[in-house]
């Protein structure tokens, strides 16, 4: 299983950015999907997850701000990010859990949000 990223950038704080992850190869048994994130000097957390029929789980900490969606047709998983702060700065990862509980991992897009 490949898991691209896309979608980061600097945005200033208060504002939107959508990330979006592409994944591919044998993906029959994927049923979690998530986002994570990691700070400089930070542990990686988790920030959504989305299951294959569509259930979500969100850290509390972005809930009623960041909604993650996918779309199992176009092999894809979205992250959009509303009012975002400064403590939203990180690395953001996609990763996929299988069947087995292994995960892949995608090489992560930059998230910068600006005062």
């Known amino acids: 299983v490949q898991l691209v990223e896309s979608g980061g950038g600097l945005v200033q704080a208060g504002g939107s950015l959508k990330v979006a992850c592409s994944y591919s190869?044998?993906?029959?048994?994927?049923?979690?999907i998530g986002w994570y994130r990691q700070a400089p000097g930070k542990q990686r957390l988790v920030v959504a997850q989305?299951?294959?029929?569509?259930?979500?789980v969100y850290a509390y900490s972005v809930k009623r701000r960041f909604t993650i969606s996918r779309d199992e047709d176009k092999k894809m998983v979205y992250l959009q990010m509303n009012n975002l702060q400064p403590e939203d700065t990180a690395v953001y990862y996609c990763?996929?859990?299988?069947?087995?509980?292994?995960?892949?991992w995608g090489q992560g897009t930059q998230v910068t949000v600006s005062f």
């Open positions: 989305i299951t294959r029929g569509g259930s979500t």
């Open positions: 990763a996929a859990h299988d069947a087995t509980d292994y995960t892949y």
């Open positions: 190869g044998v993906t029959a048994s994927i049923n979690v």
